[in-house]
């Protein structure tokens, strides 16, 4: 089980890492999940000790690795650009790792095949590195990354340079191979459907922290802060009043008046790495501003709602339609009204979330 | 691209038009390096016959001709100085000489006038000798040698100095001085015991006289060198305090000295040959032949020109020098010089 | 009435654009270097080729004369490959500290390495003499120490010195060739090897190494191309005893006359140094670096280990010792007097002077020249300011004509690199038997010089334009050309800004190329013009104090506006642009 206890890290004088601590346990795959330049590309630098941080440790089943070199780590590195070795071919950049761990030829012959397979390109041991398009370049790179069984995986952004549909093929094929292979695997991106796709728990990486850490439903669903729903995308982020701290609990914004759940909990919480703020109603008292987070799917529309307004924008989305209204909330709708039309929404409220 | 081609013919035509620059008239006279003349005989020359002297100073003896050769259907030079009686025949060959019969030959000695066409006129000659430093032989108690066969005793190993015959006159003197002695079939056996009992050999006099000379301003480590029999003279002439005796002096034995002739010639092609004949006379006149000693170190042709009083005192000639006709040294030095460079230097 | 009408669209056949065919085009930026080369280059090679090779002069040569040819080739090759094997020595770990390691003094140490390249020949010469040689340094400092009659190193005239310079030379080709693909090799190829279990030792040698050797062939070709075309070197440092190809051309051409078998031996360094351009050609063309640059600053790191710490002293005590001390040495020896003056008997007065540079301004009457030494610097400076010109003039469309390799790009090229090759002398020597007849008659011009000197730039400033102007990708030329600019704007505001840089760091090339020459110079040049070179030469060649120290003087003003112009290219040089 790897282990990150506040790792901290700067970058041209400034501060990058800010005290970054996670776990990753075996067989889980972790996605990193963060603004491009938020140092995740760093971190896992620093996981693999290709770069030392200022402060904090890396820790494998307790044991600090801070004086154990790179090429001893066994972590495979999967990069953005392959970083494939041009002057092998895909066999011999495949076989690198077991090189290095001095086994059979034969012994490596069997594993090469058995790591083609597992990315689907069994017959390309031959092919020259430049012949390869960027899918395929980018399997061989993880099949030399797999191959000599590495106790960790990290993943750099490896789809980035793909093209949407490549990279939708490629996704469910990582998704298969991670969890064939049943490495414990750090996935980097700054794409959120990826990390939804191939995640079984999402790091949020903010401001060199970790300020979100989850499922992925329910990262998305609950993301807690303003900040990770503005990442996330999460939905309508509007600002109000509590009005109502008894059950209840009553919140009012300018666009309407919410009645928030029972069991409404600000922030998700595991791992311990994120300060909970406690529950609506508890800390908070009457008249305080919080922020809300409305959901944009799962509204419907209606005679009478808690959400009214006029439709300025409608925009044809694969899976219905984005309607925004002059209030500046958007919804996705099934059917698609006029614009100029007003429209009457009904929010239930599991829609509704608190934000911190 | 058209400013290209417009700039190269630009560049070209400026290239193409540059041409040697109008003024008095200038008499170029091509000489080997270590050609010198006071400044005063030169200036009397070029006021008297208002003109200006350009000397073309082109290398070594044998580098000169062959730029003359090479270039004589358009001659760099009006005359030239410096070809010897070991090149006289090459360049006589080649037909770069204009022949002058000058009114001065008749009061030169037979001897020196090698070439009865007259094309190649005799200035100087000297004597091509071993230098031995006296203060050396006497400090480590060594016999002189006297002959060249002494030059292999083990005693005088590695204090020898010679020049390479291939690069310096000097040297070819000595060399041909070996082959005179030797025999054309023996020398080379001379040479590879010479080799053996350490001979140095350096590229030019001016090394050899000047770096590895015990007994000149160089103190180097050989204190027998090939150089001139007017060498003892010279040290006298340019000591720092007054002398009595010379340091140096000369091997005079044998076959240990080798008779060169210097030469000058009119090129063909000069496009002023009055001025040019009256440059020879003027060389083989009394006042260049008089400064001549104490600038070049080689003793004058004309009878009638004084030698300094040092000459006449501390410079030997050799009383039985080698010589080798020079139709001889035509047809075999450069066989001659490779077979020496094979046996000496490889 | 509008010009645009369906039939004039739809009928008529569209025009072909363009006056010129299509074939002449590409011939045009050559125009002008080949007629140049044609003319200054193959034609006087071809008359001195003929001049020996004529079937008459071929009677004249004999078994002994093919022996000395054999003899000469078989100790130029084996002396070019000991220098080679041993300049990679040196510069493969020099590469590796450079392009890896930042440390104190890196900018220093490099231009360090760079100057001797541009330096004459004499000057090396006469900065080892000055270290090594009988009145050198070296052996003064040992006779003093312990208490020795006579110099202990005899190094001068042996073939330990001639291979000690040529490292000296063409070390920083390879640090430059090498040390430039190590920057940009891309870091995450090793970082990914590291992850794969590579210690840095197998990362050198299964990743690095492999990865750059086409680097280290190019680099090995050019240094065995310099060291196999070695001249002054072999004959100021080697003494008479060692003769390469270049060195018997000249003893044959120049002293021994025999110009059938200098020919014969022209032709064959001639063809040897086409097949090595060939193959150079190859491979630089072939292995033109594909992957993304990226900024050399991103591979280097602070040395940190101690193991790397050694390292890092190791080498610089081997290239101070190497570089800086022949080079200190000949300032050193210009302001101290050491030896007596020429001739003159009296005490020695030892001690610092800086009677050397002075005597400079004064034209003694027993002057070996019959102007001041110091015209030469002059006459150096005018030669080298028309080989600028001439050399940019004719250079830059060849190397944007290169910029682009086509078929004839490839043929041409081993083409331009060949005055390199050629023999100096016979260079020399076809100059004055073919211009001294009409219409064609300067052989007499000092102009000739300078067009030598411009043979030999001519591929130094192609070679460091063409990077450059490859550099310019087309698309930006394209964005320009369609927001209406025609194809001169589109140059001025494209292409210039790209290329001049480049520009200035090739005619500095060619201007310290030119000062520096000797070999060519020395045949074409006449007294009464001498070159620094020359004159420095010349003054070494007369013993004697005096003379010897206004040769040091002059050397080190060489060495210093060489330095200073290896300095402004260096600071010129497009980052990761040139190839060297």
Same mark, same amino acid.
């Given at each position: 089980?790897?282990?990150?206890?506040d790792?901290?890290?700067?970058?041209?004088?400034?501060p990058?890492?800010?005290?970054?601590?996670?776990r990753v346990?075996?067989g889980?795959?972790?996605?990193?999940?963060?603004?491009?330049?938020? +140092?995740?590309?760093?971190?896992l630098?620093?996981i693999?000790g290709l770069?030392?941080?200022?402060q +904090?440790?890396?820790?494998?089943?307790?044991?600090d690795?801070?004086?154990?070199?790179?090429?001893r780590?066994?972590f495979?590195?999967?990069f953005q650009?392959?970083?494939?070795?041009?002057?092998?071919?895909?066999a011999?950049?495949?076989?690198f790792?077991?090189k290095m761990?001095?086994l059979a030829?034969?012994?490596?012959?069997?594993?090469?095949?058995d790591a083609?397979?597992?990315?689907?390109?069994?017959?390309?041991?031959?092919r020259r590195?430049?012949?390869?398009?960027?899918g395929?370049?980018?399997?061989?790179?993880?099949?030399?990354?797999?191959?000599?069984?590495? =106790?960790?995986?990290?993943?750099?952004?490896?789809l980035g340079?793909l093209?949407?549909?490549?990279?939708?093929?490629?996704?469910?094929?990582?998704?298969?191979?991670?969890?064939?292979?049943?490495?414990?695997?750090i996935?980097?991106?700054?794409d959120q459907?990826e990390?939804?796709?191939?995640?079984?728990?999402?790091?949020?990486?903010?401001?060199?922290k970790?300020?979100?850490s989850?499922k992925?439903?329910?990262?998305?669903?609950?993301?807690?802060s303003?900040?990770?729903?503005?990442?996330l995308d &999460?939905g309508?982020?509007?600002?109000g009043?509590?009005?109502?701290?008894?059950p209840?609990?009553?919140v009012?914004t300018?666009?309407?008046?919410?009645?928030l759940?029972r069991d409404?909990?600000?922030v998700?919480v595991r791992?311990?790495?994120?300060?909970?703020?406690?529950?609506?109603?508890?800390?908070?008292?009457?008249g305080e501003?919080?922020?809300v987070?409305i959901?944009? =799917?799962?509204v419907?529309?209606?005679a009478?709602?808690?959400?009214?307004g006029v439709?300025?924008d409608v925009?044809?989305?694969?899976?219905g339609?984005?309607?925004?209204?002059?209030?500046?909330?958007?919804?996705?709708?099934?059917?698609a009204?006029?614009?100029?039309?007003?429209?009457?929404?009904i929010?239930?409220?599991? %829609?509704i979330?608190?934000?911190? | 691209m058209?400013?290209?081609l417009l700039?190269f013919?630009?560049?070209? &035509?400026?290239?193409?038009?540059?041409?040697?620059?109008?003024?008095?008239?200038?008499?170029?006279v091509?000489?080997?390096?270590?050609?010198?003349?006071?400044q005063?005989?030169?200036s009397?020359?070029?006021?008297?016959?208002?003109?200006?002297?350009v000397?073309l100073?082109?290398?070594?003896a044998g580098?000169?001709l062959?730029?003359?050769?090479?270039?004589?259907?358009?001659? *760099?030079?009006d005359?030239?100085?410096?070809?010897d009686?070991?090149?006289l025949?090459?360049?006589?060959t080649?037909?770069i000489?204009e022949p002058?019969?000058?009114?001065?030959l008749?009061?030169?000695?037979?001897?020196y006038?090698?070439?009865i066409?007259?094309?190649?006129?005799p200035?100087?000659y000297?004597?091509i000798?071993?230098?031995?430093d006296?203060a050396?032989?006497?400090t480590?108690?060594?016999?002189i040698?006297?002959s060249?066969?002494?030059?292999l005793?083990?005693?005088?190993?590695?204090?020898?100095v010679v020049?390479?015959?291939?690069?310096s006159?000097?040297?070819?003197?000595?060399l041909l001085?070996?082959?005179?002695?030797?025999g054309?079939?023996?020398?080379?056996?001379y040479?590879s015991?010479?080799r053996?009992?350490?001979?140095?050999?350096?590229?030019d006099?001016?090394?050899?006289?000047?770096?590895?000379f015990?007994?000149s301003?160089?103190?180097?480590?050989?204190?027998?060198?090939?150089?001139?029999?007017?060498s003892?003279?010279?040290e006298?002439v340019?000591?720092?305090?007054?002398?009595t005796t010379?340091?140096?002096a000369?091997?005079?034995?044998?076959?240990?000295?080798?008779?060169q002739?210097?030469f000058?010639?009119?090129?063909k092609?000069?496009?002023?040959?009055?001025l040019?004949q009256?440059?020879?006379?003027f060389?083989?006149?009394?006042q260049?032949?008089e400064d001549?000693?104490?600038?070049m170190?080689m003793y004058?042709?004309?009878?009638d020109a004084?030698?300094p009083?040092?000459?006449?005192?501390y410079?030997q000639t050799?009383?039985?020098?080698?010589?080798?006709?020079?139709?001889?040294i035509?047809a075999?030095?450069?066989?001659w010089?490779?077979?020496?460079?094979?046996?000496? *230097?490889? | 009435?509008?010009?645009?009408?369906?039939?004039?669209?739809?009928g008529?056949?569209?025009?072909?654009?363009g006056?010129?065919?299509s074939w002449i085009?590409?011939?045009?930026?050559?125009?002008?270097?080949s007629v140049?080369?044609?003319?200054f280059?193959?034609?006087?090679?071809?008359?001195?080729?003929?001049l020996?090779?004529n079937?008459?002069a071929l009677i004249?040569?004999?078994l002994?004369?093919?022996?000395?040819?054999?003899?000469?080739?078989?100790?130029?090759?084996y002396q070019a490959? *000991?220098s080679?094997?041993l300049?990679?020595?040196?510069?493969?770990?020099?590469?590796?500290?450079?392009?890896?390691?930042?440390?104190?003094?890196k900018?220093?140490?490099?231009?360090?390495t760079a100057?001797?390249?541009?330096?004459?020949?004499?000057?090396?010469?006469a900065g080892f003499?000055?270290? *090594?040689?009988?009145?050198?340094?070296?052996?003064?400092?040992?006779m003093d120490?312990?208490?020795l009659s006579?110099?202990p190193i005899?190094m001068?005239?042996s073939?330990?010195v001639?291979?000690?310079?040529?490292?000296f030379?063409?070390?920083?080709?390879?640090i430059?060739l090498?040390?430039?693909?190590?920057s940009?090799?891309?870091?995450?190829?090793?970082q990914?090897a590291r992850?794969l279990g590579?210690n840095?030792q197998?990362?050198l040698?299964?990743l690095t190494?492999?990865?750059?050797?086409?680097s280290?062939?190019?680099?090995?070709?050019l240094?065995?191309i310099?060291?196999?075309?070695?001249f002054?070197?072999?004959?100021?440092l080697?003494?008479?005893?060692?003769?390469t190809?270049e060195?018997e051309i000249?003893?044959q051409?120049?002293q021994?006359?025999?110009?059938?078998? &200098?020919?014969l031996l022209?032709?064959i360094q001639?063809?040897?140094?086409l097949?090595f351009?060939?193959?150079?050609?190859r491979?630089v063309?072939?292995?033109v670096v594909t992957?993304?640059?990226?900024?050399?600053e991103?591979?280097?790191?602070?040395v940190?280990?101690v193991?790397?710490k050694l390292?890092l002293?190791?080498?610089?005590?081997?290239?101070?010792?190497?570089?800086?001390?022949?080079?200190?040495?000949l300032p050193?020896?210009?302001?101290?007097r050491?030896?007596a003056?020429?001739g003159?008997?009296?005490p020695?007065?030892?001690g610092?002077?800086?009677?050397?540079?002075t005597e400079?301004?004064?034209n003694?009457?027993t002057s070996?020249f019959?102007?001041p030494p110091f015209k030469?610097i002059?006459?150096?400076?005018?030669?080298?300011?028309l080989?600028v010109v001439l050399?940019?003039a004719?250079g830059f469309?060849?190397?944007?004509a290169?910029?682009?390799p086509?078929?004839?790009?490839r043929l041409l090229?081993?083409?331009?690199?060949?005055p390199?090759?050629?023999?100096a002398?016979?260079?020399g020597l076809g100059?004055?038997?073919t211009?001294?007849?009409?219409?064609?008659a300067?052989v007499t011009s000092?102009l000739?010089?300078p067009?030598?000197?411009?043979l030999?730039?001519?591929?130094f400033?192609?070679?460091?334009?063409?990077?450059s102007? %490859?550099?310019?990708?087309d698309r930006?030329?394209q964005?320009?050309?369609?927001l209406?600019?025609?194809s001169?704007?589109?140059?001025?505001?494209?292409?210039w800004?790209i290329?001049?840089r480049?520009?200035l760091s090739?005619?500095?090339?060619?201007?310290?190329?030119s000062?520096?020459e000797f070999?060519a110079s020395?045949l074409v040049?006449r007294?009464e013009?001498?070159?620094?070179?020359?004159?420095i030469?010349?003054?070494?060649s007369q013993?004697?104090?005096?003379n010897?120290?206004?040769a040091?003087?002059?050397?080190?003003i060489?060495?210093v506006?060489?330095?200073? +112009?290896?300095?402004l290219?260096e600071r010129l =040089?497009?980052?990761g642009a040139?190839?060297?």
């Amino acid at each position: 089980m790897l282990e990150l206890v506040d790792i901290h890290k700067g970058y041209e004088g400034k501060p990058l890492l800010n005290g970054v601590s996670a776990r990753v346990a075996a067989g889980e795959t972790v996605c990193l999940l963060g603004p491009s330049g938020s +140092g995740k590309s760093t971190l896992l630098r620093i996981i693999a000790g290709l770069e030392t941080p200022e402060q +904090g440790r890396v820790c494998w089943d307790g044991v600090d690795l801070a004086p154990i070199p790179v090429h001893r780590r066994s972590f495979g590195l999967v990069f953005q650009d392959y970083a494939l070795f041009p002057h092998m071919d895909v066999a011999r950049n495949v076989a690198f790792g077991l090189k290095m761990q001095k086994l059979a030829g034969a012994e490596i012959d069997l594993r090469v095949a058995d790591a083609l397979a597992m990315v689907n390109l069994s017959d390309f041991g031959s092919r020259r590195i430049t012949d390869l398009s960027g899918g395929e370049q980018q399997r061989v790179a993880l099949a030399r990354a797999l191959a000599p069984h590495p =106790r960790l995986l990290m993943l750099d952004e490896p789809l980035g340079a793909l093209d949407r549909n490549l990279r939708a093929q490629l996704m469910s094929e990582l998704r298969r191979i991670l969890h064939a292979s049943g490495v414990p695997a750090i996935y980097v991106t700054h794409d959120q459907e990826e990390a939804f796709t191939l995640a079984d728990r999402v790091l949020l990486l903010h401001d060199g922290k970790i300020v979100l850490s989850g499922k992925p439903e329910r990262v998305w669903s609950d993301p807690g802060s303003v900040w990770a729903a503005q990442f996330l995308d &999460a939905g309508n982020v509007v600002e109000g009043t509590i009005i109502s701290i008894k059950p209840p609990y009553r919140v009012e914004t300018p666009v309407g008046i919410f009645e928030l759940g029972r069991d409404v909990v600000p922030v998700p919480v595991r791992d311990e790495v994120v300060p909970s703020p406690g529950k609506v109603g508890q800390a908070h008292s009457k008249g305080e501003k919080v922020n809300v987070l409305i959901s944009r =799917r799962g509204v419907l529309q209606g005679a009478q709602g808690n959400v009214s307004g006029v439709v300025v924008d409608v925009i044809f989305r694969q899976d219905g339609f984005k309607v925004t209204l002059a209030n500046g909330l958007d919804f996705y709708l099934p059917d698609a009204p006029k614009v100029g039309e007003k429209i009457n929404l009904i929010i239930p409220q599991a %829609a509704i979330k608190c934000l911190s | 691209m058209k400013r290209y081609l417009l700039l190269f013919f630009l560049l070209a &035509a400026t290239l193409f038009s540059a041409c040697s620059p109008a003024g008095p008239v200038t008499l170029t006279v091509m000489t080997h390096d270590s050609f010198a003349a006071s400044q005063s005989v030169i200036s009397a020359f070029e006021q008297a016959n208002n003109v200006k002297l350009v000397f073309l100073k082109s290398g070594d003896a044998g580098v000169a001709l062959n730029k003359a050769i090479l270039s004589k259907d358009a001659p *760099l030079a009006d005359v030239f100085y410096g070809v010897d009686n070991t090149f006289l025949s090459r360049a006589i060959t080649a037909g770069i000489y204009e022949p002058y019969a000058s009114p001065l030959l008749a009061k030169i000695s037979v001897q020196y006038q090698l070439d009865i066409s007259d094309q190649a006129l005799p200035v100087d000659y000297g004597d091509i000798c071993i230098n031995y430093d006296k203060a050396y032989f006497l400090t480590h108690k060594l016999p002189i040698p006297v002959s060249l066969e002494d030059l292999l005793n083990p005693e005088y190993k590695n204090l020898l100095v010679v020049e390479n015959p291939a690069t310096s006159s000097p040297g070819l003197g000595f060399l041909l001085a070996t082959i005179k002695h030797f025999g054309p079939d023996g020398y080379l056996k001379y040479w590879s015991s010479l080799r053996v009992n350490g001979v140095v050999v350096v590229d030019d006099w001016n090394s050899a006289y000047y770096n590895n000379f015990t007994g000149s301003s160089g103190h180097g480590s050989q204190p027998l060198v090939v150089s001139y029999s007017s060498s003892p003279a010279a040290e006298v002439v340019y000591a720092a305090s007054p002398l009595t005796t010379a340091p140096t002096a000369s091997i005079l034995g044998p076959d240990t000295c080798f008779r060169q002739v210097e030469f000058v010639g009119i090129l063909k092609g000069t496009r002023h040959l009055d001025l040019a004949q009256k440059f020879v006379d003027f060389m083989l006149g009394q006042q260049f032949q008089e400064d001549m000693p104490l600038q070049m170190f080689m003793y004058p042709v004309n009878p009638d020109a004084s030698l300094p009083s040092e000459y006449i005192q501390y410079a030997q000639t050799a009383p039985q020098p080698a010589t080798l006709d020079p139709s001889v040294i035509a047809a075999n030095r450069d066989q001659w010089i490779a077979d020496w460079t094979a046996a000496v *230097l490889h | 009435m509008s010009r645009f009408n369906g039939d004039a669209c739809a009928g008529g056949p569209t025009s072909v654009g363009g006056l010129r065919p299509s074939w002449i085009r590409p011939l045009l930026p050559w125009l002008g270097a080949s007629v140049f080369l044609g003319l200054f280059f193959f034609y006087p090679l071809a008359r001195i080729l003929w001049l020996g090779l004529n079937p008459s002069a071929l009677i004249t040569l004999n078994l002994d004369s093919l022996l000395l040819a054999v003899h000469s080739l078989g100790f130029t090759f084996y002396q070019a490959a *000991l220098s080679t094997l041993l300049t990679l020595v040196i510069g493969l770990p020099a590469a590796v500290l450079f392009a890896r390691n930042d440390f104190r003094g890196k900018s220093f140490l490099r231009v360090l390495t760079a100057i001797p390249f541009m330096l004459p020949t004499v000057v090396v010469a006469a900065g080892f003499n000055a270290l *090594l040689g009988p009145n050198g340094w070296v052996n003064l400092g040992l006779m003093d120490l312990f208490h020795l009659s006579s110099a202990p190193i005899s190094m001068v005239g042996s073939l330990g010195v001639i291979l000690l310079a040529h490292v000296f030379y063409n070390t920083t080709i390879v640090i430059r060739l090498v040390g430039n693909a190590l920057s940009h090799l891309d870091p995450r190829l090793e970082q990914a090897a590291r992850t794969l279990g590579a210690n840095p030792q197998r990362v050198l040698g299964l990743l690095t190494l492999p990865l750059v050797r086409p680097s280290i062939l190019a680099a090995s070709v050019l240094v065995f191309i310099f060291d196999f075309t070695s001249f002054g070197v072999i004959l100021l440092l080697g003494g008479p005893g060692f003769s390469t190809l270049e060195v018997e051309i000249y003893k044959q051409a120049v002293q021994i006359f025999n110009l059938p078998l &200098a020919g014969l031996l022209s032709l064959i360094q001639l063809l040897c140094t086409l097949a090595f351009s060939i193959l150079y050609s190859r491979i630089v063309i072939r292995n033109v670096v594909t992957s993304a640059p990226r900024p050399a600053e991103s591979n280097l790191h602070k040395v940190r280990s101690v193991r790397q710490k050694l390292f890092l002293a190791g080498m610089l005590v081997v290239l101070m010792g190497l570089f800086l001390l022949p080079l200190v040495s000949l300032p050193l020896a210009s302001v101290t007097r050491l030896q007596a003056d020429l001739g003159v008997r009296g005490p020695v007065q030892y001690g610092l002077t800086i009677n050397y540079y002075t005597e400079l301004f004064i034209n003694r009457s027993t002057s070996i020249f019959y102007v001041p030494p110091f015209k030469a610097i002059g006459n150096s400076l005018g030669y080298a300011l028309l080989t600028v010109v001439l050399s940019l003039a004719l250079g830059f469309p060849v190397a944007s004509a290169l910029a682009r390799p086509g078929r004839l790009g490839r043929l041409l090229d081993p083409l331009l690199m060949l005055p390199l090759g050629a023999s100096a002398v016979t260079l020399g020597l076809g100059f004055i038997i073919t211009f001294n007849r009409p219409p064609l008659a300067f052989v007499t011009s000092p102009l000739l010089v300078p067009l030598a000197h411009t043979l030999i730039a001519m591929p130094f400033v192609v070679r460091s334009l063409q990077p450059s102007l %490859a550099s310019i990708p087309d698309r930006l030329r394209q964005a320009a050309a369609s927001l209406g600019a025609s194809s001169q704007r589109v140059w001025f505001a494209v292409d210039w800004p790209i290329v001049a840089r480049a520009t200035l760091s090739a005619a500095v090339f060619a201007f310290t190329i030119s000062l520096g020459e000797f070999g060519a110079s020395s045949l074409v040049v006449r007294p009464e013009y001498p070159t620094l070179p020359i004159a420095i030469a010349r003054f070494l060649s007369q013993p004697g104090g005096l003379n010897y120290g206004q040769a040091m003087a002059m050397a080190t003003i060489l060495m210093v506006v060489c330095g200073l +112009g290896i300095l402004l290219i260096e600071r010129l =040089r497009l980052p990761g642009a040139g190839e060297f």
